[in-house]
């Protein structure tokens, strides 16, 4: 193969290991960490390899350009950005890495839910600006509780077991997975999980199926008050309901890590009033868009896909 056909693509911030390696397996790495869709779509014709995060939507009329295009990499889990069918109607591989950024999904979910019940944030805050209170950030303890895992793949699955160690009562649901439980998880219906969850974590890809899957229906199906965490995609979880179910206090807080829109500065006037909504509120707590993003985990990503890829 000619040299020009060797080059490899990256399109976000990677870890020194991923370009190190590709560079000494005789690829010309293009490192472009800040490149738009419009560059990738100048440059993808003489690449070989591409690799991407959530930032670059890789379509069809990219994929039609990108000749000499052989795999794409994908750091982190979820292809919602990439056209794989076609893809691989054009005989391109697709590989992704959830096994790499599934522990830190797991910990970040663990930590704000735990930093929610304690208070922690609120804490914090109202210290900063002098205020001492001990009473109102009374907090709970999970310990006895009962959490709800929606999706038990790799960030699912961590997550459950970031748990074991909390005296917690653990359930799971996947629509597309069975036979997964053992002494530390309960395997269960989603009514199940509606009937005795006090918290409710969604691992789930973002599909035309699961696209708003947390709105006002599945919200109130729920028997009593619960916490809702997100660290999957924004558009999981209808903003605008969410917001309703904590005002009626049907939802008791929420955790996210992840917004339908995370462009601040292109947020619509509705967007921006219910982000303003959910960073006053004290029983939320907001972090952007940071679980699976350890340091860590961006060398393990990079890891998993040049093994999957065949290129360690």
């Known amino acids: 193969m000619t040299e020009h056909l060797r080059k490899v693509l990256i399109t976000a911030k990677v870890h020194p290991y991923l370009i190190d390696t590709l560079t000494e397996k005789g690829y010309q790495v293009l490192y472009r960490p800040a ?13 070989e390899g591409l690799i991407v995060t959530t930032r670059i939507r890789v379509d069809k009329a990219l994929l039609d350009n990108a000749i000499n295009l052989q795999w794409i990499g994908r750091l982190g889990s979820g292809m919602e ?27 970040q979910a663990l930590g704000m839910l735990l930093c929610l019940f304690n208070n922690i944030l609120r804490g914090n805050l109202q210290l900063r600006e002098g205020i001492w209170e001990r009473e109102k950030n009374r907090g709970l303890e999970l310990k006895e509780k009962t959490v709800g895992i929606i999706g038990y793949g790799h960030t699912g699955a961590a997550f459950a077991h970031k748990l074991r160690g909390m005296e917690c009562t653990v359930l799971a ?51 009593g008050p619960v916490y809702v965490i997100n660290t999957s995609r924004g558009a999981i979880v209808n903003t605008k309901d969410l917001i309703a179910n904590l005002k009626s206090e049907k939802v008791a807080g929420a955790c996210l890590d992840v917004l339908e829109n995370e462009k601040l500065e292109k947020m619509s006037v509705e967007e921006r009033e219910q982000f303003e909504y959910l960073l006053r509120a004290d029983n939320v707590v907001l972090t952007p868009h940071i679980a699976g993003y350890s340091h860590e985990a961006s060398f393990k990503m990079a890891h998993v896909v040049l093994k999957k890829l065949g290129i360690l």
């Open 81 to 107: 950005m990439i056209d794989v069918d076609y893809a691989a109607h054009k005989g391109i591989r697709c590989v992704s890495s959830p096994e790499g950024n599934c522990d830190a999904v797991g910990e």
């Open 173 to 223: 649901y996947d629509k597309y997975k069975k036979d997964f439980g053992d002494e530390y998880l309960q395997e269960v219906t989603l009514n199940t999980i509606f009937e005795q969850a006090d918290v409710v974590s969604v691992h789930v890809p973002l599909t035309a199926e699961t696209k708003y899957m947390v709105n006002d229906t599945f919200l109130q199906s729920f028997e």
């Open 35 to 47: 490149i738009t869709y419009e560059e990738v779509f100048q440059v993808v014709h003489s690449c």
